[in-house]
């Protein structure tokens, strides 16, 4: 259950502090702000409670490491309930706060930074557009989390290229569709958004799921032969340095 809980809260931070600069602080720092805040959040929980759960905090890349068989799936109908329960707390607490603006804040103006495409869209852009776009940074995480996450790859540092990697895919698809890229994200702004946002929420289910088996198949091609390791063992200090720390305790 831990892992379950590691993944609620992980979730939770990811989208009340994308979502949250979004709709609190927009106006104030720009897209650019607003994808380093995803960033940061995402990097922040990998180190939290990667050692956890892995932090995925997103179904689609709980899928691409499963597809990849660096995930058990006995976990992943726990793992989809948990992140996807964080993602809607999360968007509920930042609708709190929006109303207490001193004209208060409907979601169904406002949009409560959910995704959209067509009149939704932040540029316009078409649902073909936005759907590719979701596909492809998708991959891009995915991909990511999966090579930071080898058994080859540098001990402690799987975070910051995740972090990074999701700030880059915002700094894209901020202007396209608001950049889902996880379908946990989308989900909790769209229940209090209703109408359009439940509409359109298709396109952000579908389309980072696919982009995770996209991202697993490349992975398959490209990786080199060695031992698969977990995102939560990977995301952990070395046995040699857990011990040194009880030591030093």
């Given at each position: 259950m831990k892992r379950y809980g590691a993944e609620f809260v992980g979730t939770f931070v990811l989208v009340f502090g994308g979502c949250g600069s979004a709709v609190l602080a927009g106006s104030k720092i720009g897209f650019a702000g607003i994808a380093l805040a995803?960033?940061?959040?995402?990097?922040?929980m990998?180190?939290?409670?990667?050692?956890?759960s892995g932090c995925h905090v997103n179904p689609a890349v709980s899928l691409g490491l499963l597809l990849s068989g660096k995930f058990e799936a006995r976990h992943l109908p726990g793992y989809v309930i948990a992140q996807t329960l964080g993602g809607i707390?999360?968007?509920?607490?930042i609708l709190v706060i929006a109303k207490g603006l001193p004209g208060g804040y409907d979601p169904?103006?406002?949009?409560?930074?959910a995704d959209g495409y067509g009149l939704h869209s932040p540029a316009g852009y078409s649902m073909v557009a936005g759907f590719v776009v979701e596909v492809v940074l998708t991959m891009f995480l995915v991909l990511t989390v999966l090579g930071a996450t080898d058994v080859k790859a540098p001990v402690g540092f799987a975070g910051i290229p995740i972090g990074l990697v999701l700030t880059l895919i915002h700094l894209v698809g901020i202007p396209v569709t608001n950049t889902s890229v996880n379908p946990a994200r989308s989900i909790g702004p769209a229940l209090f958004v209703g109408g359009w946002a439940i509409a359109q929420l298709w396109l952000f289910i579908?389309?980072?799921?696919?982009?995770?088996?996209?991202?697993?198949?490349?992975?398959?091609?490209?990786?080199?032969?060695?031992?698969?390791?977990s995102a939560?063992?990977?995301?952990?200090?070395?046995?040699?340095?857990?011990?040194e720390r009880r030591t030093s305790s």
């Amino acid at each position: 259950m831990k892992r379950y809980g590691a993944e609620f809260v992980g979730t939770f931070v990811l989208v009340f502090g994308g979502c949250g600069s979004a709709v609190l602080a927009g106006s104030k720092i720009g897209f650019a702000g607003i994808a380093l805040a995803f960033g940061l959040s995402l990097l922040a929980m990998v180190y939290t409670i990667g050692p956890i759960s892995g932090c995925h905090v997103n179904p689609a890349v709980s899928l691409g490491l499963l597809l990849s068989g660096k995930f058990e799936a006995r976990h992943l109908p726990g793992y989809v309930i948990a992140q996807t329960l964080g993602g809607i707390v999360a968007a509920a607490v930042i609708l709190v706060i929006a109303k207490g603006l001193p004209g208060g804040y409907d979601p169904a103006v406002g949009g409560l930074a959910a995704d959209g495409y067509g009149l939704h869209s932040p540029a316009g852009y078409s649902m073909v557009a936005g759907f590719v776009v979701e596909v492809v940074l998708t991959m891009f995480l995915v991909l990511t989390v999966l090579g930071a996450t080898d058994v080859k790859a540098p001990v402690g540092f799987a975070g910051i290229p995740i972090g990074l990697v999701l700030t880059l895919i915002h700094l894209v698809g901020i202007p396209v569709t608001n950049t889902s890229v996880n379908p946990a994200r989308s989900i909790g702004p769209a229940l209090f958004v209703g109408g359009w946002a439940i509409a359109q929420l298709w396109l952000f289910i579908l389309a980072p799921l696919l982009g995770a088996a996209i991202a697993s198949a490349i992975y398959a091609v490209i990786r080199l032969p060695e031992e698969l390791i977990s995102a939560r063992v990977a995301e952990r200090a070395l046995a040699s340095e857990q011990a040194e720390r009880r030591t030093s305790s």
